[in-house]
């Protein structure tokens, strides 16, 4: 009978497989977790409590399940897609969320961005729509930083510091896009920074001896 099918003892799970490759999270961890919460037989599986605590590892962004008749529960584990590094312990998702994983699993080769965790997806926001602009430019930003008093400062790929200050940065990079290839076109030095507060011009800086012009 159908009563007799959804018994937790009828049909039971014996085989666990993974869909996909996990890169971040341990599959025998996985395995544990699902052998110690998972309940029910193949007609009764309930995987709530076990789905609820994998969801909690740091580096699962989504779990499903499929069952394949007649002893199988086939696992999917999505694993969250950094995009930068936030902080020194954090890791940004390309929803703008951060999440803390081991710190030794973080990969070092992505962009830093820092700020508070509130700030997140602000910051996300101006990293994706500043590196589209420099990005014409055959550069990357590497570093985006925004201090408590709402100052904004990035690095870029060839190593130049961009100070861009707390009102209207948006603009003021802009403008940095517009006058780079003037001044990378006008002089021999290699730049070092260049800072865009000032109204009517910039202060730039060359690297060695560290010549600072007003244009």
């Not at 995009?83 to 080769?109: E, H, Q, T, W």
């Amino acid at each position: 009978s159908w009563s007799w099918m959804q018994k937790p003892t009828s049909f039971p799970i014996k085989t666990i497989q993974f869909e996909g490759q996990l890169i971040h999270e341990n599959p025998t961890q996985i395995v544990r977790v699902l052998q110690s919460q998972m309940t029910g037989g193949f007609f009764s599986l309930n995987v709530t409590t076990a789905k609820q605590t994998l969801l909690a590892l740091p580096w699962v962004a989504g779990v499903s399940f499929r069952r394949v008749w007649p002893d199988t529960l086939t696992v999917k584990i999505t694993e969250q897609d950094p995009v930068a590094r936030f902080g020194k312990k954090g890791l940004l998702n390309k929803n703008g969320v951060v999440f803390y994983p081991d710190v030794n699993s973080i990969p070092m080769n992505l962009p830093d961005l820092e700020g508070t965790v509130d700030q997140a997806p602000l910051l996300f926001g101006f990293y994706q729509t500043v590196s589209a602009m420099v990005n014409k430019l055959g550069l990357s930003v590497i570093a985006l930083h925004l201090d408590a008093e709402g100052n904004w400062n990035l690095q870029l790929s060839n190593q130049l510091k961009v100070v861009l200050g707390h009102e209207d940065a948006l603009i003021r990079f802009q403008r940095f896009i517009a006058i780079y290839p003037k001044i990378v076109a006008s002089s021999v030095k290699t730049l070092a920074l260049v800072d865009l507060r000032y109204p009517n011009g910039v202060a730039v800086q060359f690297q060695k001896n560290q010549n600072t012009l007003k244009k």
